[in-house]
């Protein structure tokens, strides 16, 4: 398993739309698309950088996680994203090098990816995640 990329950087915003204009108008990035993610209470805006996505995270529920990330860090990177060819297979091999994973097998998230989460006690301190199409 070798990450070919980093996917997306995720960024915790307290208001998606004055940060999106941040990033159209100061960084002339477009926001291609902005997708609600219910099961992670989360609305997102996505800006194309290289291979590289930005994606800017709005809780829609102060309890969801990036509401409560927002509430006891103040916005900011909240994780790093790496494309892999196959989720489930990396969060296994993950395990098998007694990384501690908050995904024990994927998940969906935002662009219909298969995506699973490392913990950061592992990770020195970074919220990693994988993401796959398959
Ligand atoms: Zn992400």
């Known amino acids: ?3 070919t990329h ?10 998606l739309d004055e940060a999106i204009k941040y990033y159209e108008d ?10 609600e993610v219910a099961e992670q209470k989360v609305k997102v805006a996505f800006f194309q950088v290289g291979d590289t996505k930005i994606e800017l995270l709005e809780s829609t529920d102060p309890e969801g996680p990036i509401g409560k990330f927002v ?7 909240h994780h790093i994203a790496f494309a ?3 989720t489930a297979d990396t969060l296994k091999a993950m395990e098998n090098k007694g990384i501690a ?13 298969n995506i699973g989460f490392l913990h950061p006690k592992s990770t020195f301190g970074v919220l990693t995640e994988f993401c796959s199409k398959n």
Do not use: F, Q, S, W
């Open 1 to 3: 398993m070798k990450p």
């Open 84 to 86: 892999v060819d196959n």
């Open 71 to 77: 509430a006891n860090k103040g916005p900011g990177v």
């Open 6 to 15: 980093v996917e997306h950087i995720g960024i915790a915003v307290a208001n």
């Open 26 to 35: 100061v960084l002339n990035l477009k926001c291609y698309a902005i997708e």
């Open 101 to 113: 994973t908050i995904d024990k097998t994927p998940r969906k998230g935002a662009e219909g990816l």
